[in-house]
């Protein structure tokens, strides 16, 4: 991984890819959605993209689920 310096402002949206990552090599939402099954016929989602959703907005610093539209 290279390094670089800014002087550009921070945000809590800087490291949410590295995270994403690490929870996606470490098999966890393989693991939910084995351990949940498989959503109803209609449902667009899995589980572990539900969970996946929420887990981003809280390590972004969101607050509650009505974030995710803002």
Not at 17 to 35: L, P, V, W
Not at 53 to 63: A, D, I, K, R, T
Request: aromatic residues 12%; glycine residues 8%; hydrophobic residues 35%.
């Amino acid at each position: 991984m290279k390094i670089t310096y800014s002087s550009d402002t921070i945000n809590s949206f800087g490291g949410i890819n590295f995270a994403d990552k690490i929870i996606r090599e470490a098999s966890i939402y393989d693991t939910i959605d084995q351990t949940l099954g498989i959503r109803g016929v209609k449902a667009q989602y899995s589980y572990s993209d539900l969970f996946r959703s929420y887990l981003m907005l809280v390590l972004c610093g969101g607050e509650c689920a009505e974030d995710i539209t803002e």
